[in-house]
């Protein structure tokens, strides 16, 4: 009877969870409702915490890749050379690269072809339809002169506001596209743009003024208009970064000497960044970092980092919740991963949230990289991140940890709004050498929930695990040091 009665509960859930899920994933329910609940006196069925639990993640991963069609551009190439650019290295080409530009996009769109040279130029500003088309042996220099990059609408760690161009700019444009076997060189070094940011004790000297009177207008919900920095404001610009842009393909490029982030897509949906090769080692010198982006496919790159390789963002504090939009659907795969903070990365400025957040097939391996699928987060940022799945990666070494999260990042516990972390699938990673396996530390009235690790093998660890403010942490099949260990963790 207890059983009977615990069926028709299981079915009424069912019943009212009809409109959320498919009717394969509903009879799976039903059937597992039917097989053989346990009855236990007061029992109640958590079916949409069962259901989370048994999806396979990676059809949804699967479903992202299906829509993700990179932009193709009409059969028009347009030189820039035939439009007075030299390069020598010496002549200001921007004009020229502008003028090329706007042909294109009057033309209806096509390539921008720059040659084998050296161009030396200021901003680039893309239009639609429009493929900036480096060539083997052509490189683009970006000039040190401040005054070369116009104030724009652009974001500063998270935060909108009105500051120098980055030095490759798309606004509300669709297909875009940067890309060739050429190089990318922003020419930056300890005395021009990473000086911004200094070195050493004092090493925030120069910006720290003007990010701290831009985190409070966030805080105090000054329009954007009016946050308008630039001259005196040594707020670094990016490299290359399309805001509120659909259809960009970013694909091929060496990158070199950023002032800060590489590749940074804001508000940008249906993005493919694909064989890129990036060598910055300057101040917060992040390869790849989607923020609040939707469908995103980040593929066969190769990162050698200042700081994290790949970090997926949505905003930061108070901006974050205004802005409200997460990064979500994202693939990454095949990339090699050497230097950097971390591999994969999710977090700080998450106060938009995260969901859908797939990797495979990547390889991490250096002692200067210091994680591989790492979570930073606070009460400071908050923000719901959820359904990160990582699989078949091989790690040679890391330095910190294999999987890390933490909650305590700069703020810590300073802040009112809860960080979430939950629906973590780890399977099939292995690595050789790291001091942890798994450095994971919530909070107490917040823990990290449902952290997955299945078929996992981790070598060479020095210290034991760090685990605070964790609920269920459950390895199945996971070997480290040669140890079996299948068990569920709640700390």
Not at 353 to 364: D, L, P, V
Request: hydrophobic letters at 40%.
């Amino acid at each position: 009877m207890i059983r009977g009665q615990l069926i028709m509960a299981g079915m009424t859930g069912l019943t009212t969870l009809s409109r959320r899920f498919s009717r394969r994933r509903l009879l799976s329910l039903a059937g597992a409702a039917a097989a053989g609940v346990t009855a236990t006196r007061g029992l109640q069925l958590d079916l949409y915490a069962w259901e989370q639990r048994q999806e396979d993640l990676w059809s949804t991963a699967a479903d992202i890749l299906r829509r993700i069609k990179a932009p193709v551009f009409p059969a028009r190439d347009f030189l820039v050379t035939a439009h007075g650019a030299k390069g020598d290295g010496v002549f200001d080409s921007g004009p020229a690269i502008r003028a090329a530009i706007d042909a294109c996009h009057a033309a209806g769109g096509g390539r921008v072809v720059v040659p084998a040279g050296r161009f030396l130029t200021g901003a680039i500003r893309l239009r639609s339809n429009v493929n900036l088309h480096v060539q083997q042996g052509g490189t683009i220099a970006f000039r040190h002169e401040a005054d070369a990059y116009p104030i724009v609408l652009t974001r500063f760690e998270g935060v909108e506001l009105m500051n120098y161009s980055p030095f490759v700019y798309a606004l509300d444009e669709t297909n875009v596209g940067l890309t060739g076997a050429g190089t990318l060189d922003g020419q930056s070094d300890p005395t021009h743009w990473w000086d911004w940011r200094g070195a050493g004790p004092a090493r925030d000297a120069r910006q720290t003024p003007a990010r701290t009177r831009l985190i409070q207008m966030s805080a105090d919900n000054v329009p954007v208009e009016r946050r308008v920095f630039g001259p005196g404001g040594y707020l670094r610009p990016n490299f290359i970064q399309p805001y509120r842009c659909q259809n960009v393909l970013i694909e091929g490029l060496s990158i070199v000497n950023s002032p800060m982030w590489e590749v940074h897509p804001v508000l940008c949906s249906n993005v493919v960044v694909r064989g890129l090769r990036i060598n910055s080692h300057g101040p917060n010198n992040d390869g790849c970092d989607p923020e609040s982006c939707r469908d995103v496919l980040i593929e066969q790159c190769t990162f050698d980092t200042g700081d994290d390789c790949i970090a997926l963002k949505s905003g930061r504090n108070e901006d974050g919740r205004r802005i409200n939009k997460p990064i979500e659907n994202v693939v990454i795969r095949d990339c090699d991963m050497k230097d950097g903070h971390g591999g994969v990365v999710i977090g700080s400025e998450i106060s938009g949230g995260a969901r859908n957040i797939f990797a495979e097939k990547c390889r991490m391996d250096s002692p200067e990289l210091d994680r591989a699928l790492r979570f930073k987060n606070n009460a400071a940022r908050g923000g719901l991140v959820e359904r990160v799945a990582m699989r078949d990666v091989t790690v040679g070494q890391v330095a910190e940890a294999v999987v890390a999260c933490d909650f305590f990042y700069e703020e810590g516990r300073n802040g009112g709004y809860k960080p979430v972390l939950r629906n973590v699938e780890v399977r099939n990673v292995t690595s050789k050498k790291s001091k942890h396996a798994f450095l994971l530390r919530g909070f107490a009235e917040s823990p990290i929930t449902d952290i997955r690790v299945i078929d996992c093998r981790f070598d060479g660890v020095e210290s034991p695990d760090i685990l605070e403010g964790v609920k269920d942490l459950v390895l199945t099949n996971v070997t480290v040091n040669g140890t079996r260990r299948d068990e569920r963790i709640s700390r």
